[in-house]
């Protein structure tokens, strides 16, 4: 089964690695999810979010990606998404 193509994907930047890292307590809430390895330290961390993100993006190479820097919060955050979205 094919899956749809995205005409114009939207590549935001949530947390840096470092944020995220401190988000989750500095590993010590790191869920299964947030980690490539076998307990969840920053090399197993910085390791998944690299591969997530090449992954993604290979998966979009032939199509226009609108990338939205890191924002403050989730408002600003979702601010942006809008902008781009009605411009």
Request: no cysteine; hydrophobic share 40%; glycine share 8%.
């Amino acid at each position: 089964m094919n899956e749809p193509t995205p005409m114009a994907p939207l590549k935001a930047a949530t947390y840096s690695d470092e944020a995220a890292w401190r988000r989750r307590g500095g590993g010590t809430r790191l869920n299964a999810l947030e980690y490539d390895g076998p307990d969840g330290g920053w090399a197993d961390v910085e390791r998944y979010r690299e591969n997530l993100r090449k992954t993604l993006l290979e998966e979009v190479l032939a199509l226009p990606v609108t990338m939205l820097r890191e924002q403050p919060d989730a408002g600003r955050a979702a601010e942006a998404v809008l902008e781009v979205l009605t411009a």
